[in-house]
């Protein structure tokens, strides 16, 4: 494996999200989010898709997020176990219904603004750099019953306020920020990535774009609040990233790759070079689609662009234009991939692809010239404890290893990246599934979906081996 030497400022670390870690989900005044209605199972990918029942009937089960793994008491003893590890920059999100329960309060709650507080300190005590995300599939319920959550305009001054108040409090202690995760995930699962429901007969591409559009601004106001309160922080977007490669040669097939990936870029494209693309007018267009803007709009997604590209990569995805290659699709995956007969997969049918990571990051790279920042990556296996206790999770090490190697031969190519944190360095709660049995951490954590078990931290194999990691900064794989 390679022996490249990453650089000494390289943010070493993990990524986490409130909704998935912290539990606590009505404490201390937190209202209601979105993610605290979605079920385990079956039920969740409808959910997820914006084909919601009620949300009210949603409320009354128990879902594992609402414990989740308890992050929100233990994160003192969390903390401590990434720093033995040797931790750079923890990626965490904050819970927009902590600080606004309702979403449009007229005070924040003090309480949830104490909790991130103490957060950041113990990060810092540590040597931990905090890197956050205002929005980590997250909107308080209470917008959503009023508003319809992102579908309406009204939702950009509340979240403008939102990431104000909370780049006021935390100027001191948080230099890097992130507005929304995923944020091409809106067209993927909708109401988990923007909260929306829809309603028989609507047109849903019509309310998806004009959320997304919402959000795009929503994104580019916070990245002004954000450099003039703290002028020497950084903020990015976060994409969802994997590039489509074509099924074959066919330029047919070539040409769809192009598109589905422009499904993704449009975002950043906006986000990063600051107008709408000539592909996507066209798509509005050709989709009759009338996306309303108002007309300082341009002007603010011009001039308040992102300082870095973050970004999530699982897996690469493969397209074909031949109907018989489409019916073999790849199980598992939200955006319509067949499966790559060159590449394995994990159990829930993730496919396994380093090579497409160093793809990816050039590709973005070379489209934005910023700085990266992978903000995501790991695998998610259903880990066994055996019975000497111990978590022997070396499919897990030989993911990263050599997801991290490519990313060393991507610094190498010349892409500039600043940090990586894996995903759930400690097991939390799987968003695609709503479980616990699908972990990604360095920690085991005893917890099953029913909500049994002690909730004891237990290190596994890759504790040791990620350590081992970040002291040779990235030279021992
Ligand atoms: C990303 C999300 C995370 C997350 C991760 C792994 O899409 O940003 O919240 O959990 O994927 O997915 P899962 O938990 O479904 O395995």
């Not at 903020?235 to 074959?248: K, W």
């Not at 920690?443 to 350590?467: A, C, M, P, Q, T």
């Amino acid at each position: 494996m390679s022996s490249y030497v990453f650089p000494k400022d390289f943010l070493w670390g993990g990524a986490l999200a409130a909704n998935q870690a912290e539990g606590a989900y009505l404490e201390d005044g937190k209202g209601l989010s979105l993610v605290d209605l979605l079920p385990t199972g079956e039920k969740r990918r409808g959910i997820m898709k914006g084909n919601v029942p009620s949300l009210t009937q949603l409320e009354s089960e128990f879902y594992p997020s609402h414990e989740a793994i308890d992050f929100y008491h233990r994160y003192r003893e969390d903390i401590a176990l990434f720093a033995e590890m040797g931790f750079k920059a923890l990626r965490v999100s904050i819970a927009w219904a902590r600080i606004f329960p309702t979403g449009e309060d007229a005070v924040p709650n003090e309480a949830g603004l104490q909790f991130y507080d103490d957060l950041f300190d113990e990060l810092h005590k540590h040597g931990i750099q905090p890197v956050v995300t205002l929005a980590h599939f997250d909107v308080p319920v209470a917008l959503i019953e009023k508003y319809g959550s992102w579908r309406s305009r009204k939702l950009v001054g509340l979240f403008e306020t939102y990431a104000k108040t909370v780049f006021t409090r935390y100027q001191d202690k948080v230099k890097y920020w992130m507005t929304f995760n995923e944020i091409n995930m809106l067209l993927h699962l909708p109401f988990l990535g923007a909260g929306l429901v829809f309603q028989e007969g609507e047109n849903v591409k019509q309310i998806q774009y004009q959320a997304a559009h919402h959000q795009l601004v929503a994104s580019a106001l916070a990245v002004k609040a954000c450099h003039e309160i703290i002028p020497d922080a950084k903020i990015g977007c976060m994409l969802a990233a994997g590039s489509f490669y074509p099924y074959t040669c066919n330029p047919e097939d070539v040409y769809q790759g192009m598109e589905k990936d422009r499904e993704s870029y449009f975002f950043i494209d906006v986000q990063s070079r600051g107008e709408y693309p000539g592909y996507a007018k066209r798509f509005f267009k050709d989709h009759g689609l009338n996306i309303e803007m108002e007309s300082g709009d341009a002007a603010i997604l011009k001039n308040h662009t992102v300082d870095y590209i973050g970004f999530s990569y699982y897996s690469s995805r493969t397209t074909s234009t031949d109907p018989e290659v489409v019916k073999n699709m790849t199980s598992g995956n939200v955006f319509g991939s067949v499966a790559n007969p060159y590449l394995d997969k994990s159990e829930w049918g993730w496919t396994i692809d380093p090579k497409g990571f160093r793809i990816t990051a050039n590709q973005l790279h070379d489209r934005y010239q910023k700085p990266l920042f992978v903000v995501e990556n790991g695998f998610g296996a259903n880990d066994v404890v055996s019975p000497e206790g111990e978590v022997n999770d070396d499919y897990r090490i030989d993911y990263l290893k050599r997801h991290i190697a490519e990313m060393g031969e991507a610094l190498q190519d010349g892409v500039e990246i600043i940090g990586y944190t894996s995903w759930g360095p400690i097991d939390i709660v799987s968003a695609s599934s709503g479980e616990m049995k699908k972990r990604y951490g360095y920690i085991y954590v005893d917890r099953d979906n029913e909500g049994n078990g002690s909730l004891k931290r237990i290190k596994k194999k890759s504790f040791h081996w990620y350590k081992n990691v970040i002291h040779s900064d990235g030279e021992n794989l």
